[in-house]
């Protein structure tokens, strides 16, 4: 029985471009160190915020942000 497709099963499909130039850009970029934080990272922040709103229950307002 034959295929209508213009390719065998066995074959893989064709790529773009070839498979050796993969990784090139990537491996030409200089490595640019990371600069130094000066507040604390988000998912801290965002800890923080949780606790407040949700654990303690706090409204907002004046003293929302102070720590009894």
């Known amino acids: 029985m034959e295929s209508d497709t213009s390719y065998s099963v066995g074959t893989q499909m064709p790529t773009h471009g070839s ?6 850009v990537r491996s030409q970029t200089p490595v640019v ?9 988000s998912k801290l922040r965002n800890g923080r915020n949780y ?3 949700f654990i303690l229950k706090r409204n907002p307002g ?3 942000r ?3």
């Open 33 to 41: 160190e990371g600069r130094e934080r000066k507040s604390p990272s």
């Open 51 to 53: 606790r407040v709103k």
């Open 66 to 68: 102070r720590w009894r």
């Open 19 to 24: 498979v050796a130039k993969a990784g090139k």
């Open 62 to 64: 004046r003293g929302y």
